[in-house]
């Protein structure tokens, strides 16, 4: 499986911006797809994942603000950031997993800025 992200970028705060990740290759064993974010000094930690028959779930630090979608059909999942604040600043990083929630491949990152 190989990843593509796109988006991200420079952003003021209370802005919103949307990434996406494009998935390619063994697209059958993906399972549950999903965002992680690692901000500077900080740990890797999750964001959100969407399962294949679509169910959600996020962070709290970032739920009601983010939202996950995924197209099965395009082997791609997007993350809608709303309502950004300063310490949503991170590189992003898409993540798919297979059946037995083993992580396939992580994507490159994606830096977000969010300036106050």
């Known amino acids: 499986v190989q990843l593509a992200e796109s988006g991200g970028g420079l952003v003021q705060a209370g802005g919103s911006l949307t990434l996406s990740c494009a998935a390619s290759g063994s697209t059958s064993s993906i399972d549950v797809m999903g965002w992680y974010r690692q901000a500077p000094g900080k740990q890797r930690e999750w964001v959100a994942l969407i399962t294949k028959d679509g169910i959600t779930n996020y962070a709290p630090s970032v739920n009601n603000r983010f939202t996950i979608s995924r197209d099965n059909a395009k082997n791609t999942v997007d993350l809608q950031l709303t309502s950004l604040r300063p310490e949503d600043t991170a590189v992003y990083y898409c993540?798919?997993?297979?059946?037995?929630?083993?992580?396939?491949?992580w994507g490159q990152g994606i830096q977000v800025t969010v300036s106050s």
């Open positions: 993540n798919v997993k297979g059946y037995y929630g083993t992580t396939l491949r």
